[in-house]
């Protein structure tokens, strides 16, 4: 009788354990990613109080939008973050609308070297931005793209470009070939198939990498402050300003830079849930 609860209670007590383990998993997990936002959200909105106030509260006092509508004010920050958020557009764009057709052809067709092109297009992000900086900023100058967005967006998509191909090869060889074929029978062409078959069903990947195109060319500075001198996106302008400002000032810039991030994920988050399966209303 004992044997038979014990070998009863045994897998349940399992059961019960690797439950533990996912939920505590997943509370670190959220720990690690929320506590340095809520951290920088204190300190931006709390002001200097809000800076240097220790221990930290769980419940802040004395919080106001004040200090970040004053951040907002300053010179060049408005500007800067339009700038930023134009580049992100033109990469996720182009990132997309190049990296896409490529995965598709990767995925679909088989052809000489190309395995060879997969390397090379690795291999792309094998060289620092830092050895190509000046030629690109000499190039740059004679297309008439130097301080532009256009340009900023240029670089920032072929750093994206990469990551976009190969990410979506692999989201086209998880659509099985015989739907394709299967809306060929019925007399779509090729193109047609491609936009009623596959493309709705590698949706949530394309998102994936729209977000990862936006997250690069969001958070990229090195290329921009090189690339550009009055019209520089929100991470180079904060890099040449804020590091004689007070220490609010720059958790109000780091609340700025992350704040897009977060409402462009949380905006496609359907999309990004559909790869594991996971319904989102």
């Given at each position: 009788?004992?044997?038979?609860?014990?070998?009863?209670?045994?897998?349940?007590?399992?059961?019960?354990?690797?439950?533990?383990?996912?939920?505590?998993?997943?509370?670190?997990?959220?720990?690690?990613?929320?506590?340095?936002?809520?951290?920088?959200?204190?300190?931006?909105?709390?002001?200097?109080?809000?800076?240097?106030?220790?221990?930290?509260?769980?419940?802040?006092?004395?919080?106001?939008?004040?200090?970040?509508?004053?951040?907002?004010?300053?010179?060049?920050?408005?500007?800067?973050?339009?700038?930023?958020?134009?580049?992100?557009?033109?990469?996720?764009?182009?990132?997309?609308?190049?990296?896409?057709?490529?995965?598709?052809?990767?995925?679909?067709?088989?052809?000489?070297?190309?395995?060879?092109?997969?390397?090379?297009?690795?291999?792309?992000?094998?060289?620092?931005?830092?050895?190509?900086?000046?030629?690109?900023?000499?190039?740059?100058?004679?297309?008439?793209?130097?301080?532009?967005?256009?340009?900023?967006?240029?670089?920032?998509?072929?750093?994206?470009?990469?990551?976009?191909?190969?990410?979506?090869?692999?989201?086209?060889?998880?659509?099985?070939?015989?739907?394709?074929?299967?809306?060929?029978?019925?007399?779509?062409?090729?193109?047609?198939?491609?936009?009623?078959?596959?493309?709705?069903?590698?949706?949530?990947?394309?998102?994936?990498?729209?977000?990862?195109?936006?997250?690069?060319?969001?958070?990229?500075?090195?290329?921009?402050?090189?690339?550009?001198?009055?019209?520089?996106?929100?991470?180079?302008?904060?890099?040449?300003?804020?590091?004689?400002?007070?220490?609010?000032?720059?958790?109000?810039?780091?609340?700025?830079?992350?704040?897009?991030?977060?409402?462009?994920?949380?905006?496609?988050r359907r999309y990004l849930f559909a790869i594991w399966g996971i319904s989102s209303k």
């Amino acid at each position: 009788m004992s044997a038979q609860t014990t070998s009863k209670a045994g897998p349940a007590g399992f059961v019960s354990s690797r439950r533990w383990l996912l939920w505590s998993g997943i509370a670190a997990l959220c720990a690690w990613v929320l506590v340095p936002i809520y951290l920088v959200a204190l300190g931006a909105l709390g002001g200097r109080q809000g800076v240097y106030q220790w221990p930290k509260t769980g419940l802040p006092t004395g919080v106001s939008l004040d200090p970040f509508i004053l951040f907002l004010k300053t010179e060049g920050v408005l500007q800067s973050f339009l700038n930023s958020l134009g580049a992100a557009g033109i990469t996720v764009a182009l990132s997309i609308l190049l990296g896409a057709p490529a995965g598709y052809a990767l995925a679909r067709y088989n052809f000489h070297g190309k395995d060879s092109y997969r390397l090379l297009v690795l291999l792309t992000r094998a060289f620092p931005l830092a050895i190509l900086a000046l030629p690109l900023t000499v190039s740059f100058i004679k297309l008439g793209l130097y301080d532009t967005i256009i340009g900023v967006g240029l670089i920032h998509t072929v750093l994206a470009l990469p990551f976009a191909a190969l990410v979506t090869q692999g989201i086209f060889m998880g659509v099985p070939r015989e739907l394709e074929e299967a809306a060929w029978v019925f007399g779509c062409t090729r193109v047609q198939a491609f936009f009623k078959i596959v493309a709705p069903l590698a949706l949530p990947g394309i998102v994936a990498t729209a977000v990862f195109a936006f997250v690069i060319s969001w958070n990229e500075v090195f290329a921009a402050s090189v690339l550009t001198v009055r019209n520089r996106t929100l991470t180079a302008y904060l890099l040449t300003v804020l590091s004689e400002s007070p220490m609010h000032y720059r958790f109000a810039g780091g609340l700025m830079l992350i704040l897009p991030s977060v409402v462009f994920i949380f905006a496609v988050r359907r999309y990004l849930f559909a790869i594991w399966g996971i319904s989102s209303k």
